[in-house]
């Protein structure tokens, strides 16, 4: 079975910075792309950020361009996402997710086969 576990979301100063991972068990780590995604209360789930199966290429949406950061772990079979210089607007549940798509760096949510449940990332200032 497939499991995505997302960890280490939590409250935040504006300014701060925040790691959030997810382990993924029940699949080859590497034959999957892996992404970000966030939704804050009213608004529609919304891409943070990919990154293809081999860790090669990584895609970010433009609101998060050189605050975020995405790597895998292929040993740990563990996605990350650091974040750095935490605005209010970034809070948000933020789910992992798989792609089939290992080459690619998918941005749209039908591109993913696999999510996680989801961790709080809250923002205050």
């Known amino acids: 079975q497939v499991q995505l576990a997302e960890s280490g979301g939590g409250l935040v100063q504006a300014g701060g910075s925040l790691r959030v991972s997810c382990e993924a068990s029940?699949?080859?780590?590497?034959?999957?792309?892996m992404g970000w995604f966030r939704q804050a209360p009213g608004k529609e789930r919304e891409f943070v950020a990919a990154i293809s199966g081999r860790g090669t290429s990584t895609l970010y949406a433009d609101s998060v361009k050189g605050r975020f950061t995405i790597s895998r772990d292929s040993v740990k079979n563990t996605l990350y996402l650091q974040m750095n210089n935490l605005k209010d607007e970034d809070t948000a549940v933020y789910f992992c997710?798989?792609?089939?798509?290992?080459?690619?760096?998918?941005?749209?949510?039908?591109?993913?086969?696999?999510w996680g449940q989801g961790t709080q990332v809250t923002v205050s200032s």
């Open positions: 029940g699949l080859t780590f590497s034959r999957y792309a």
């Open positions: 997710a798989a792609s089939g798509s290992w080459w690619d760096t998918p941005r749209r949510k039908n591109e993913y086969d696999y």
